[in-house]
């Protein structure tokens, strides 16, 4: 087996890390909370930081007219489903293809990988902005309009007396460091294919 195509085949083992790790966390700091509310988000669940985090996010959301972090989302059944897809192509492309199909698998990644931090994005906006309008406390902001209260996609950012935290952890390192491999597997596939045409 040439050195590119393991590599590959390493880069399409590495996303499996999902199923093990978390992919992101969000944390919430305010004066009222010693130890700062948070939870990790995995491929296919969301759990607690700290015992009864997401319970009591959800008591302080309920406030402000924000929606409970529902035990289950439809991604939770995609996202599995379309890892465990596109690590089976890699591994058939590690085998079979050449490094022209490396580059094909990175593609795809980087797509997919994309589309669905929009998507996150996306429902962290429902999940800031969709207020109820009958909520016990309501804030605006200067110009008169509803404050939302839309946690970062990434990086940080204060919320009233709130500083929210959002950051990839290890499941999303071993889906970048996958992507990035198949890359790196190209490269030596293409520089070892035009020194074989040269010979």
Known sequence: MKRSNIIMFIAALL???LFLFPLWKITLEAPQ???PLGMYIHINDFS?????????????NHYVGMKYIPEAIPEFKIFPIGIIITTVIGLIIAFKGNYKWFLFWFVLMIVLSSAG????YLWEHDYGHDLDPKAIMKFTNPDG???GFQPPLFGSKDILNFKAHSYPRLG????????????????IGKKNNKKSVTM
């Open 172 to 187: 999303a390192l071993f889906l970048g460091v996958g992507i990035a491999a198949s890359f790196i597997a190209y490269l």
């Open 15 to 17: 996303p499996l890390g």
């Open 117 to 120: 931090l929009y998507d996150f």
């Open 33 to 35: 909370y010693p130890t």
């Open 145 to 147: 309009s509803v404050m």
């Open 48 to 60: 607690d930081v700290h015992p009864h985090d997401i319970k009591n996010i959800n008591l302080m």
